[in-house]
């Protein structure tokens, strides 16, 4: 096992910045997942730490060695890619040992090692099976048994399980993690499912063009967000936000929204009397409530069994509230919410930057 260390990283395309001086410490035995939208740079992060995408500048470090020119195939990593990529006329167990059969190791070792990583991942029953014979889960589970034969220094997983269907993700996301408990091996995983962050990794890095956002675990994230981008992207259903201008005095201070109704703000924060400001309110910390101090129009209602989701109207912007159990509401009801200053979230509305 070993560190992963990138010091100022960038990636170019001629005059084109793909990534932004990228800075990150990766600790042994550590399960880091890169999340952000379509096209913020994760991938070609993840390529470039594989090796399969040349730096344009900064330095890389696996351990102690600088890997910036070493070949892909002696930086002692396993990558696991999107697409399967199992040859289709090997076996199961032909397919997870053939790195091991192209460096020319012997046969009784490379039988014991793929006999080991089956009996982690459930396949010793499917090890003379052909890929056509597989599902995509089991598909799955035989590329990373390859990855697992070869006890690399590092795995590398790029979007996994985004050919899965939703609930074939779940248990795979399961397997994954149970996995890493076991091997303690250090994993960098990319993502563009938030969900999948929040529940696989040790600390999340959360990327949008290029730039790396914040970094941090997946509570203090959601918890304490730097920006309106991280706070809309961690969490889902995501953050509502509202303009609002604060209102002080010495006895209370509260956001006033764009229809003259207040919410109330934790009088710690370094806010002014008329400063503009957004406020951010997650759809979980909207209460209904008959005597609530705020009043929205309900637009669509999603009803969840467990739980109830629904879009609602309030000082002229859609908002999602999310409540556990089952609420009697239906568009066109007018419902009272309330929310306490301590889940209320301020950012500066011209940087997005919060304010603590």
């Known amino acids: 096992m070993a560190s992963v260390s990138l010091e100022k990283v960038q990636k170019n395309y001629g005059t084109l910045n793909v990534l932004e001086a990228v800075d990150l410490e990766i600790a042994d035995g550590e399960f880091v997942v890169l999340v952000g939208p379509s096209g913020c740079g994760k991938s070609t992060l993840l390529r470039m730490i594989a090796g399969l995408e040349e730096i344009s500048a900064g330095e890389i470090r696996i351990g102690e060695r600088v890997v910036n020119d070493v070949a892909p195939k002696d930086r002692d990593i396993a990558m696991v890619f999107q697409s399967y990529a199992l040859y289709p006329h090997m076996d199961v167990a032909a397919n997870m040992g053939f790195s091991l059969a192209l460096r020319k190791t012997d046969k009784q070792a490379i ?87 929040m529940t696989m990794a040790d600390r999340i890095v959360v990327m949008h063009d290029g730039v790396v956002q914040q970094v941090g675990a997946p ?64 759809p979980e910390h909207l209460h209904v409530a008959g005597d609530g101090d705020m009043s929205a129009e309900v637009e669509v209602v999603e009803p969840l069994g467990l739980s109830t989701q629904f879009y609602a109207r309030l000082a002229g912007q859609q908002i999602c509230v999310f409540v556990m159990g089952r609420v009697a509401v239906k568009p066109g009801d007018t419902v009272r919410l309330s929310a306490t200053a301590s889940d209320l979230h301020l950012f500066d509305p011209e940087t997005g930057q919060r304010i603590n």
């Open 111 to 197: 039988d014991t090692r793929v006999g080991g990583a089956a009996d982690r991942l459930g396949l010793n029953k499917l090890l003379a099976r052909l890929p056509r014979q597989l599902s995509g889960g089991q598909r799955q589970r035989v590329a990373m048994g390859r990855a697992i034969v070869r006890d690399p220094k590092v795995f590398l997983f790029d979007e996994p399980l985004s050919n899965l269907d939703a609930k074939l993700r779940v248990h795979m996301r399961t397997e994954i993690k149970a996995l890493h408990q076991q091997l303690k091996t250090t994993s960098v995983y990319v993502t563009h499912d938030q969900t999948e962050a």
């Open 219 to 282: 509570l203090e994230l959601y918890d304490h967000p730097s920006n309106t981008f991280v706070a809309g992207f961690i969490g889902s259903p995501g953050m509502n936000f509202l303009p609002a201008t604060i209102k002080r005095s010495a006895d209370f201070v509260a956001a006033i929204l764009a229809d003259g109704q207040k919410l109330p703000v934790l009088a710690s924060l370094p806010v002014s009397e008329g400063d503009k400001v957004t406020v951010g309110l997650r």
